[in-house]
């Protein structure tokens, strides 16, 4: 693990400590030289469903959850992976007692839970969530406005000749490191929709072509994602008959993600896991634009206010999120209000493709930004060492990305900052208690031969690190 673990769980800095003060400042110099650093929130958060200046709120989560349900018998009709499933994308809660034992996390810290976005039918990662419901939401849109729909008809008539011939002279397009613009190019070709995706340098090779064999248009771009995105938006807003799906301003995006927490919440109360002051559940998130983790961290407030605690995870070299949130942060401001990784001379560089996002989504800092517990990075070796425990202990395939939020029970325990904030929660106590979700939000339509690479670069940077130890 990248922080030196100390031997026994710090069980007692009360504030005034060192440890406390610390959480005052953050060690920008630490984040600028690649090293894993934790920035906790110290300012309290707004109570109960507090607005928001985006305006959104749970009434907006409600009718994501209803727009899934109403496509829910299209989409089992759609994908014949979904016909088990009657139509639900969702994905398991995994109760993960080995992986939790390889990380070195003792029980008195609480249980180690995965949720298995991995998974995810479709689109093999979160995007599913965010990019399907926009998609969706778009389609339902036009059907009504053209009278092939009525509100509480029967969605299945949008997979008739009436509804294709309609989305055939509509294109959606987006701009995407990878997954995004598989989530969105898979359900719009599925639905006849014309599809574009514009896509950044880092994209990977298989889900260009893997796109293309569906028939949808890829364009590359030399340059990172903020570009691919820019340029995706320029030739949208030329074209009335393209809907362009902004990762960094999209509410549809946000929704979709924040629909998954209703559904988290029920699988919490099966596996017996209550969430309430005595119980406190802790969330950790990978986190490349915000949008996914946000609006799950928002999904989650709506429902369980104070007792959950939402923690983001970086690359160490795509820290936009972080940057975003110490911007706000007394001492900071002159990091701007929408600061880059490049600002602070970081290169955007990581195998964490999902993640690699110079600058944040400022619609996900508006909205999530005030529930947030805090912001952590990692470095690309230890998410390659994650990626090979996982398999290895639980049998999961996850991708680089998806590995990020192991470290966040451990960030949490043994920096100053994640120390500071279990002191001011009033938390220690309930510690025993706790519920820990790392979210992993990717990985499984990775090919075959690019998985093993990454088992292998993780065994290596796995024994490298025994070697020295
Ligand atoms: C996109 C993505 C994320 C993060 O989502 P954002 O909305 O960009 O923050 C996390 N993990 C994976 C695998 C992703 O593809």
Redesign the pocket.
Known sequence: MPQPTTATVPGTAPAGTPAAQQAGTFDLPALQRGEPVLWAATAPRPAGQAQNGAGISQLDVEAAVARWRRFAPLLAGLFPELQAREGVIESELLPVPALQQALELSPDFGTLFVKADHGLPVAG???AR?GIHEVLEHAEALALRHGLLTPDGDYRVLAGPAARALFACHQVAVGS????GLAIGVMASALGFKAVVHMSADAKDWKKARLRARGVDVVEHAGDYAQAVAAGRREAQADATCHFVD?ERSRSLFLG?AAAAPHLARQLAALGRPVDAQHPLFVYL?????????GVAFGLAQLFGPHVHCFFAEPTASPCFLLQMLATTPGFEFLGSNPSVYDVGLDNRTEAD??A?PSA?EL?AAVAGPLLGGVYTVQDDTLFKLLHAAARTEGLRI?P??AAGFTGPAMLRDTPAGQAYIERHGLRPHMAAATHIAWT??GLFVPEDEYARFLARGQEAAAASDAAA
């Open positions: 990662s979160v995007k965010g490191t990878g997954n995004l990762d993600y990978p986190c490349g634009v915000g949008g996914a983790p946000g999902g993640l996002v989504s996900a991708e990305s998806a939000t990717g």
